[in-house]
Every structure is written in C-alpha cells, then in structure tokens.
C-alpha cells in the first residue's frame, strides 16, 4: 500500500464536509467527489444535454442546477447522466489517489452506491439524526424540505451507509471529540504509511 485514502461519507446534511475539513486540518489531502463530478459534467456537456435538453440554459451552455433539479426526481435520467461520467469521476479518483503523497480523505455521499469504497483503504460513515440534517439542509440559502426529501429518496439510507462503513461518527460530535477522532484515524494513517515503506 503505497498510500492510505479514508473514505466519508454520510446523508445529506450529516456533517460529511466538516468532517473532512477537520482531517484536511491535520494534513490529509482532501477531495470533495461532487466537485469532480462537476468538471466531469462540464467536460460531457454535450452529451448529458442530448439526454437532458431541459438543462440547457438560455446560452446554450449546461446549466448544473436544471440538470440537478431534472435527475433528482427522475430514477431513469439520473442513471443515464451517471452513466455518461461515471467512469471519467473514477479515473480522475484514482489519479488523485496515485498523485498522493500524504494521506487523502475523500468526501462522496454517494461511495458506496458507486463503488468509489474500492479505492479506499478505510471507510466512516457520518450520522446524524434526521431532524437535525434535515434543519440544517432547509437553512442553506438553495434549500428546501422538498430538496431534503428528493436528495434522501435518492441515495441509500443511512443505516445502510454506516452497517457498510467501517465505523460511524457522529455529525453531532463536539469540536474536542472531532479534533480526537481525527488525531486517531492521523495516527491510523501514519502507521499504515510507515509499514508500507517497510514492506518494500
């Protein structure tokens, strides 16, 4: 193992990104799956627009939020617009991951469902109550409960998300236990780090 990448992930509003952030604070490599699935978007422009004309904005360019908004609710078109970049969001993964040279944690609420857990050596699942997540969604500027609901209906449930990690966290933990989990899973790193240079 020549490098040591955690994968997070967790239900909309779980706490995933300040979790990552936090790690990223103690030298971890972060990378946030949604944006490169936004560049991979971008570079098959052309291509999700013939599947999904109504995403085309008055310039003519893809315009992400229609394109959100129309694949949210519709199962069929969703996969076929996954389809069309799920492999360059792989590729571009699995770049970032031969590029390291610290640990990496990689941010994606959707790591298992796309199998992205196959390129990690380690995996935690962010939990947080429903009713929380769900305030803490209805309070961004872009949000809605109607948002909450589609985005839930269309990823695994949360139990399900963390019987499959590794372990779960808290989305609710305290600044000092966050800061204490993330010095553990430095450590965790570190060691696996230090026995793969010893293994060659």
Request: proline letters at 2%; a neutral charge; charged letters at 25%.
């Amino acid at each position: 193992m020549k490098t040591f990448v955690l994968g997070l992930t967790g239900s909309v509003g779980a706490g995933k990104s300040t979790a990552a952030r936090a790690l990223e604070e103690t030298g971890f490599a972060r990378l946030d799956v949604d944006d490169v699935i936004a560049a991979a978007l971008r570079a098959r422009a052309g291509a999700v627009l013939a599947v999904v004309p109504q995403a085309r904005a008055p310039d003519g360019q893809l315009d992400s939020r229609r394109l959100f908004g129309a694949t949210l609710v519709d199962t069929a078109l969703r996969a076929q617009v996954q389809a069309l970049v799920l492999d360059d969001v792989r590729a571009a993964v699995r770049a970032w991951r031969g590029a390291l040279t610290q640990p990496g944690v990689l941010e994606a609420a959707l790591l298992f469902e796309v199998g992205l857990d196959a390129l990690c050596e380690a995996t935690v699942c962010v939990t947080c109550a429903t009713a929380v997540r769900r305030a803490r969604v209805e309070a961004r500027a872009t949000a809605s409960a109607a948002l909450f609901d589609a985005v839930e209906a269309a990823q695994w449930p949360e139990e399900d998300k963390a019987r499959r990690a590794g372990e779960a966290l808290s989305g609710e933990s305290s600044a000092p236990a966050l800061a204490q989990w993330c010095a553990r899973w430095a450590a965790t790193a570190s060691v696996a780090l230090e026995s793969s240079r010893a293994d060659r």
